[in-house]
């Protein structure tokens, strides 16, 4: 199981520790298991089942409640705070 950080100030999802590459912010934190993320272009949300090198697993809901498990890389997400 990989490593995944997020930016506190963009919400970017970036590999290294200490590289953001939207506003140069060193205020990194360490993606969980279990935190909500936004997949960006849409308005898809879920939080992270499985985290494995550069592809995240999440499990995402939609409007009738039923789920679905889906893998995205890490630079098409967004956390949500």
């Known amino acids: 199981m990989g490593k995944l950080y997020y930016c506190k100030n963009c919400r970017a999802i970036v590999k290294e ?21 936004n997949v960006k272009g849409s308005k898809l949300k879920g939080k992270v089942l499985k985290i494995k090198g550069d592809e995240l697993t999440l499990v995402i809901k939609d409007g009738s409640n039923n789920k679905f498990i889906k893998e995205y890389e890490y630079d098409k997400l967004r956390k949500v705070l």
Request: proline share 10%; hydrophobic share 30%.
């Open 17 to 37: 520790e200490h590289d953001s590459p939207c506003c140069e912010n060193e205020k990194l934190m360490e993606l969980k298991v279990g935190a909500p993320v």
